[in-house]
């Protein structure tokens, strides 16, 4: 069931479809959590890892519904020509979304705990495909529909992309529990992605799809 909900986010053309699709993925994650996890603090991991990631995915309901007020559609191909002040506003509403899922600090506690108290097929599956939701989010919805306010935040972007990277990677060192190691890692690990994709060169777009592929092979074979 996980799979085929991360194929629909994944070729979904559609804003609201995604949403559904990106959001669809909670529930089935919450429930391998808290009955097939390990350890009595799961049942926290698991209430923290839902009510984290949809909460922080409303602002990109609000941002949905606003586009389709604006433009009249949800289809990927009919958004085109927002003003500046609207993707300014579209652009916070998705950013949290992503921001939360990926996870940028200072949205980053609940990865680390869901990994942990999580059993092994759970861990791999977030650490693989999970946390690229994200990463297809910016590069679908921020970079292609709202390139002037992607430009715009771009300094803002860079600066929590390398606070988040120096703070988990500080973090993954002190660990003990390779789960929780791992989890520490791959937040360290999408960073790099989130600079590159916002990095305005084609390098950087490329480097960063080609490091969310490699981290997806390699976080789940160790």
């Given at each position: ?54 909460a922080g995915s409303l602002p990109m309901l609000l941002s949905i519904l ?157």
């Amino acid at each position: 069931i996980l799979e085929s909900l991360q194929i629909c986010a994944f070729v979904s053309l559609d804003l609201l479809l995604f949403y559904i699709f990106f959001e669809s993925v909670l529930p089935i994650l919450f429930i391998i959590i808290l009955i097939f996890g390990h350890g009595n603090d799961r049942f926290r991991s698991a209430f923290l890892f839902f009510l984290y990631t949809l909460a922080g995915s409303l602002p990109m309901l609000l941002s949905i519904l606003l586009i389709y007020s604006y433009v009249g559609s949800t289809d990927f191909n009919l958004i085109t020509n927002i003003s500046m002040e609207i993707q300014i506003i579209l652009f916070i509403g998705f950013f949290i979304a992503f921001a939360v899922k990926t996870p940028m600090y200072p949205f980053i506690i609940w990865l680390p705990k869901a990994h942990a108290d999580s059993v092994l097929a759970g861990s791999i599956i977030l650490a693989a495909t999970i946390l690229k939701l994200a990463t297809y989010g910016y590069l679908r919805i921020l970079l292609t529909m709202l390139p002037d306010a992607s430009n715009y935040f771009n300094p803002l972007i860079q600066t929590i992309a390398v606070i988040t990277l120096i703070y988990s990677s500080l973090s993954t060192i002190i660990q003990q529990d390779t789960k929780r190691l791992i989890a520490y890692s791959s937040v360290a690990h999408m960073a790099v992605v989130v600079l590159g994709l916002f990095s305005n060169t084609i390098q950087g777009i490329e480097g960063a799809i080609l490091l969310s592929i490699a981290h997806g092979f390699v976080s789940p074979a160790l």
